[in-house]
T-cell receptor
């Protein structure tokens, strides 16, 4: 079975600060990795995903994430956050090539102070 | 594109009644849809995988007789919470995978349905 661990449950930053949210997963096989964002009152939206290839993936809104296989990690980064980045961020994983739904981490509530 | 809707967005019902939640893919066909449950302050938990034309696959610990899933067309899956009790109160979210994608490709999420059982 898969599991996903997000280390930071609540993060408060000032605008223009750099952001890194940790995500580690546990699974014995090859996985697909995702970061989703949920803005207040809105749907889950895909920020970025990693299936294979370049382990540094770029997503929407200036976000990027790096897959480090040896550490089973897929940390999310943004060099300079904005007030509009205030949201809940979820890391998720599923097995590559299977028919599984996603296993989510518990989420990180990010608050950006103006 | 890739819009998923859910209806209703909120529902309040009495204990013992059944509630049906619809999940529709509006601009694409989806052979596979997923149902998740989100508890307050907690993550989304996969409940079941819904495949058009076949029986749903339920995750361990999810009662299939309590959470009935029907995926009768390529754009509609329904989740019926039967004989609802207060502990079933939660936020239910569906997602859909476009038929043209591999199953493990991007899932598009609905806005969720808030169920409150009195």
């Amino acid at each position: 079975a898969q599991s996903v661990s997000q280390h930071n449950h609540h993060v408060i930053l000032s605008e223009a600060a750099s952001l890194e949210l940790g995500c580690n997963y546990s699974y014995g096989g090859t996985v697909n990795l995702f970061w989703y964002v949920q803005y207040p009152g809105q749907h889950l939206q895909l920020l970025l995903k990693y299936f294979s290839g370049d382990p540094l993936v770029k997503g929407i809104k200036g976000f990027e994430a790096e897959f480090i296989k040896s550490k089973f990690s897929f940390n999310l980064r943004k060099p300079s956050v904005q007030w509009s980045d205030t949201a809940e961020y979820f890391c998720a994983v599923n097995a590559r090539g299977g028919a599984d739904g996603l296993t989510f981490g518990k989420g990180t509530h990010l608050i950006i102070q103006p | 594109g890739a819009v998923v809707s859910q209806h209703p967005s909120r529902v309040i019902c009495k204990s013992g009644t059944s509630v049906k939640i619809e999940c529709r893919s509006l601009d694409f066909q989806a052979t596979t849809m997923f149902w998740y449950r989100q508890f307050p302050k907690k993550s989304l938990m996969l409940m079941a995988t819904s495949n058009e034309g076949s029986k749903a696959t339920y995750e361990q610990g999810v009662e299939k007789d309590k959470f009935l899933i029907n995926h009768a067309s390529l754009t509609l899956s329904t989740l019926t919470v039967t004989s609802a009790h207060p502990e079933d109160s939660s936020f239910y979210i569906c997602s859909a995978v476009p038929t043209t994608s591999a199953v493990t490709d991007t899932q598009y999420f609905g806005p969720g349905t808030r169920l409150t059982v009195l």
